[in-house]
C-alpha cells in the first residue's frame, strides 16, 4: 500500500448540476485509488442516512414541505456532523472524495432566492477542499442522458439558474472545470489526473477553513 506516516490525505469535492455524472466519477476514482492500495473514503452530501440526512430526503422526495432557509440549515447540519469523522481520517492519511459539499448547498438555494451572502454564513469553517472539481455538461447534453428524475429541482430551468450560481461562486484559485461531455472513460482519466495532482500537492498542507 502507499500509506505514508505523518501524510494527510487530501480533501477532494466534484461539483456539478443534477446528470453531469459526478457520482458515477466519484465512484470510478476511487475503485482506482483503492486498486492502488491508496487510503481513500467516498463520501456523499447530502448524507440521507443520519436522522438530519433523512429529514432532507423526504423534503428531496416531496413527501414534506420546509421552508427554504430551514432546509438550507439542514444541508448545512448534514455536512457539519461529519466534520469531525472527516478531520481525523483526513488527519491519519486518508483521501476523502467528496460528492457534492456546501457549493452545492449554496448554489441550490439562491437559485431559489435567497442571498448568496446569507447561505454561505452556516457553511463558514467547515472543512476547505484542496480541490473543487467542476463538471459541466450543456443542457442539451444532459437532456440527452435521458429524463431527470422526480425530485425536487430535477428540472431544466432551474438547473439552469444553479449552473449560474456555481459560475458565480467558483474560485479559481482551488476550482478546476472538467467538461463532462467525453466518455466516461476520457471524463474520468482526466479527474483522476487532477485527483492524484491534488493528493500529492496536499501532503504537507496545513487543512484550511472554508470562507474564513
Ligand atoms: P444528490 O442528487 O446528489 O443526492 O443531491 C440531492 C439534491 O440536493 C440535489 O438536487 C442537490 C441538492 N442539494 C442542495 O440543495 N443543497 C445541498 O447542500 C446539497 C449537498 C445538495
Ligand atoms: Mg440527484
Known sequence: GCVKAGLRGALIVLEGCDRSGKSTQCSKLVERLVQEGRQVLLMRFPDRTTPIGQMIDSYLQQTVELDDHVVH??????????????TELLQSGTTIIVDRYAYSGVAYSAAKGLSVDWCRQPDVG?????????????????????????ERYEKLDFQQKVNNMFLYLKDPSYWQTVSGEGSIDVVHAEIYKLATQTIKESEHLPLLKLWT
Not at 440549515?73 to 472527516?86: D, P, T, V
Not at 476547505?128 to 422526480?150: C, H, M, N, W
Request: charge should be positive; proline fraction near 5%.
Open 126 to 150: 467547515l472543512l476547505k477542499p484542496d480541490k473543487v472539481l467542476y463538471i459541466t455538461v450543456s443542457p442539451e447534453k444532459a437532456a440527452e442522458r435521458g429524463q431527470f428524475g422526480t
Open 73 to 86: 440549515l439542514l444541508f448545512s447540519s448534514n455536512r457539519w456532523e461529519a466534520m469531525r469523522k472527516m
